[in-house]
């Protein structure tokens, strides 16, 4: 079990180097820090999680309700969608959009945090996952508009896009509070509109 405990460190911290070496910017240097010692700490949790599963039952409830199994997965989902948004490719063709990007992911990895702390979180923002892969899959919408030749339709649909970014992120902010909060009415307003948000055109 030590064994186990060293390699998931060592894979956390594989993983904190590995982030901060593509976000570090001399000009935001804190950002990129904060966003690689979040992802390591969350890497960390889930391995955690992964290496008990094997010998604690996943039908076992952490909250009424909610199975370790199924805790498990939420997080799992989530990070999937935050590593899919962290791209070398996303980097290069947002430019000077990217710190955008980075504050929305830094904001993200605060609502994991959050829901590793308190697992009843899962239960009030069931849809989290699911915004998380939607807002994944726009990131990479645009990153493949990139690639194409641009009409004026495409630099439309590109714009649109760099303008969602920074209301993506305060929506996510939002949610975070009302989650301290426990304030479930609140969380459903916001759903609302991150539904609206990450339509897409």
């Known amino acids: ?13 594989s993983v904190t180097a590995g982030l901060y070496r593509i976000f570090y ?9 904060l966003i690689s ?6 890497v960390f949790l889930i391995l955690r999680l992964m290496i008990s599963k094997g010998k604690e039952n996943s039908n ?28 070398k490719a996303a980097k290069d063709v947002l430019g000077d959009s990217f710190p955008q990007l980075e504050e929305l992911m830094k904001t993200m990895i605060l609502l994991l945090n959050n829901c590793t702390e308190d697992p009843g979180d899962v239960l009030r923002f069931p849809l989290l996952p699911d915004y998380y ?7 990479s919408e645009y990153v493949r508009l990139c690639g194409y030749v641009h009409s004026v339709k495409t630099e439309e649909r590109l714009e ?3 303008r969602k970014i920074p ?6 902010k939002e949610k975070l509070v009302q989650m301290h909060q426990d304030n479930i009415m609140e969380l459903e307003i916001k759903s609302s509109t991150l539904n609206t948000l990450l339509k897409m055109e």
């Not at 079990?1 to 911290?13: D, G, P, T, Y």
């Not at 409830?61 to 962290?86: A, H, W």
Request: proline share 4%.
């Open 160 to 162: 649109v896009v760099k």
């Open 167 to 172: 209301d993506l992120n305060q929506e996510f």
């Open 60 to 87: 076992e409830e952490l909250v009424p309700g909610l199975t370790r199994g199924d805790f498990d997965d939420y997080l799992q989902r989530c990070i999937k969608s935050v590593e899919g948004m962290n791209t």
């Open 133 to 139: 892969e939607r807002t994944e899959k726009m990131i």
């Open 25 to 33: 910017k001399p000009e935001f240097s804190y950002i990129p820090l």
């Open 37 to 42: 010692i979040s992802g390591g700490w969350i």
């Open 1 to 13: 079990m030590k064994l186990k405990r060293f390699l998931s460190i060592v894979a956390a911290l």
